[in-house]
């Protein structure tokens, strides 16, 4: 089930460089998002941004696009990190700042980071796990059904009468 996190980091032979231009373009797109809209339009910090970037792109790499995105299609990982960027975001801006309402700027900064995840998941997609890294999708499977005379209801000998329940 982790065998694209164990691919992910570095070992003997050395780091798998997809893995490592992928996250570093991931971290430098959401360091640019959450600065533009945390930090110019809703005057968070630049180490608070800083440091959101860090937790939003570790956890979206290894939830998002490591374990749902190879199970599942381009939609259903966006939307996951959509969510996983709403709440994250949330969390950090409640526990960093005194924002009066923390959920806006979260709102508004996971939109325009699921946006871009629907881009990076393509690009993604197409260069780190197609090298064999992705596993065949297992769940698609072929059920066929069986019939047998013994379910099937009884037949009436002919010429009896039906059995009906009196009218009243």
Known sequence: M?????????NEGGCNMEHVRSIVI?????????????????????????????????A?????????LPR????????ADFG???????AMIASLTDAANPFVPALIA???FAVFEYVFHKYFANTVLDNGDKPRNQT????????????????????????RLPRL
Not at 28 to 54: K, Q
Not at 60 to 68: A, K, N, P, S, V
Not at 84 to 90: E, S
């Open 26 to 58: 991931k971290y430098v797109f959401t360091l640019a998002i959450l600065y533009v809209i945390l930090g110019i339009i809703f005057d968070m910090s630049f180490t608070n941004v800083l440091l959101t970037a860090t937790v939003v792109t570790v």
């Open 84 to 90: 996983l960027a709403l709440f994250v975001i949330w």
């Open 140 to 163: 698609r499977m072929q059920f066929q059904t069986e019939a047998s005379e013994e379910f099937s209801p009884p037949r009436r000998a002919k010429g009896k009468k039906k059995d």
């Open 2 to 10: 982790l065998q694209h996190i164990r691919k992910a980091t570095c």
């Open 60 to 68: 979206e790499y290894i939830i998002g696009d490591l374990l749902i």
């Open 110 to 112: 996971s939109a325009t």
């Open 72 to 79: 599942t299609n381009n939609t259903i990982a966006t939307a």
